[in-house]
């Protein structure tokens, strides 16, 4: 080997070799220092992308986690406000299976519908109000989507129905009002029923007494003239009668014991009838119709109405005229307004004429617990649009009744048919939902456990290739050390070979 200054190759060989061992020295510290093996695409390609791919599962997954855990809290919101309207349902039941005893009063039956009605309207209000990170989980049919993969179509459907009154049929639940099938009743007929022709015998009574011409008066009927009212007998023979009237506007004549037989037979003289002179009717299907009273035309084109009294009144132009309400055998309802009655000026309003009584089709009937209703079958009515007023009947001594009295302003419907199969139809349809909803939450908490265990695997496979192992890297740092300190002793040595050749220069 030739003896040259200059060039040290020697040197050159130690700077290289010092130069890699510094590289390593670095390589270790920065591993062990960020624990990762690949910091950067150099240290491993691709390592590099294999660990990104993974980054970005896990990520998603642990994304997809926090969104199953979502779902739980949505399907846990909605299942709460389900059983809150379930116990609402069990109360309105037990409510119903408390109406369905034939104990209960008609004043009972609207309290415990009153109840129901407000039942029913807290339903509807949890339907409208109940939310979800301001998603409404009852107001309307929806499917929400949750996301619970890392990847495209890795979803988990919430089916949520709306739930309220009407959804669960129950918008037009009653318990008040007639239940099974209605029964017509037959109205005993009295003198202020719509029918017209003479009064009958059964309108004339005698005085306390006998009298020899009572069987003759029996078959007689009542007439007028100026004189006055007189019984016209079979045989052609005038007694002298008086006439009145009661609260309901029946008409009773009446005969003295000791009436003699008009010596001269009256002139002049009409049929008396439900229809004149002694009450002006009003009739639902053909209306109000009015004679022989002063203010008949003005009754005629009147309306119906009451007063916060429940009192009934024809209101006309110049006033209201004190009626009598009362249906007739036939179902046909009838107000009677006296003959002499006066106009006077009662606490009516323009908006009791939404209480107006003016119904074609009005009839007296009685449900299966024996409560008597006005049934009011309007044109275009439905079984479900049929309105019913609970009704105050009298009867005569043979029990029939004689008149019917309601408060127009307090419709019912009919009593819901079969009300205990309707709730628990909708019981059921609560408790799908509510079955539906465990099921999914259970399916979320097993969607959970499997991502948090692929999140587990996919963590470990990553730092695998991801992360720096320090036993290898601390022995790497402690061999590169000593590589640096040796490389740097022999450099000096090397760098001083040349000073050998300059001794042959001496």
Do not use: C
């Not at 037959?186 to 009574?205: D, E, H, K, L």
């Not at 009298?394 to 309707?422: E, I, M, R």
């Amino acid at each position: 080997m030739a003896q040259v200054i200059n060039t040290n190759s020697i040197s050159l060989m130690a700077q290289n070799n010092l130069n890699k061992s510094q590289s390593a020295l670095g390589t270790a510290i920065e591993r062990l220092s960020s624990g990762l093996r690949i910091n950067s695409a150099k240290d491993d390609a691709a390592g590099q992308a294999i660990s990104n791919r993974f980054t970005s599962n896990i990520n998603g997954l642990t994304q997809a986690s926090r969104n199953a855990n979502d779902g739980i809290s949505l399907a846990q919101t909605t299942e709460g406000a389900l059983d809150e309207i379930n116990d609402n349902l069990q109360a309105i039941r037990t409510l119903t299976v408390q109406s369905q005893t034939g104990t209960n009063s008609t004043s009972d039956l609207q309290s415990i519908q009153d109840e129901v009605t407000q039942r029913l309207a807290e339903i509807d209000r949890i339907s409208q109000q109940t939310d979800f990170n301001g998603v409404k989980v009852l107001s309307t049919d929806k499917s929400l989507s949750i996301q619970v993969g890392a990847n495209d179509g890795e979803t988990i459907s919430i089916d949520l129905k709306k739930i309220d009154s009407n959804s669960l049929k129950l918008g037009t639940f009653n318990v008040n009002g007639p239940t099974g099938t209605q029964t017509g009743v037959t109205v005993a007929p009295t003198t202020n029923v719509a029918a017209t022709g003479s009064v009958s015998v059964s309108s004339v009574t005698l005085s306390a007494g006998t009298n020899d011409a009572k069987a003759d008066i029996e078959a007689g009927s009542l007439v007028k003239n100026d004189d006055g009212y007189f019984v016209k007998t079979s045989d052609g023979d005038y007694y002298a009668a008086t006439v009145s009237t009661d609260g309901t506007g029946k008409l009773t004549a009446t005969v003295a014991d000791d009436a003699e037989v008009e010596a001269a037979a009256p002139t002049d003289t009409t049929a008396v009838t439900t229809g004149s002179a002694i009450a002006t009717t009003y009739d639902s299907a053909t209306g109000i119709t009015a004679t022989g009273n002063a203010d008949a035309a003005d009754i005629a084109a009147g309306t119906l109405v009451k007063d916060d009294n429940n009192n009934y009144y024809v209101k006309t132009d110049k006033g209201a005229y004190s009626a009598t309400v009362s249906i007739a055998d036939d179902g046909t309802l009838t107000a009677t307004v006296a003959a002499d009655a006066k106009a006077t000026t009662p606490g009516i309003t323009d908006s009791n004429t939404a209480s107006t009584v003016d119904s074609a089709k009005t009839s007296l009937v009685q449900d299966k617990n024996g409560h008597y209703f006005i049934k009011d079958e309007t044109a275009g009515s439905t079984d479900a649009t049929v309105k019913y007023y609970a009704a105050k009947v009298t009867t005569d001594d043979d029990g029939n009744v004689t008149a019917a009295s309601y408060d127009s302003s307090k419709a019912l419907t009919a009593a819901t048919s079969d009300p205990l199969a309707t709730l628990d139809d909708a019981l059921s349809t609560v408790d799908t939902m509510r079955s539906n909803l465990g099921a999914v939450q259970n399916r979320f908490e097993s969607t959970i456990n499997n991502l948090t265990s692929s999140t587990s695997n996919l963590s470990e496979a990553q730092s695998r290739i991801q992360d720096a192992d320090y036993a290898t890297e601390v022995s790497n740092m402690s061999k590169a050390q000593i590589l640096q300190q040796a490389g740097t002793s022999v450099l000096a040595q090397a760098n001083q070979v040349p000073q050998t050749v300059l001794s042959l220069l001496q």
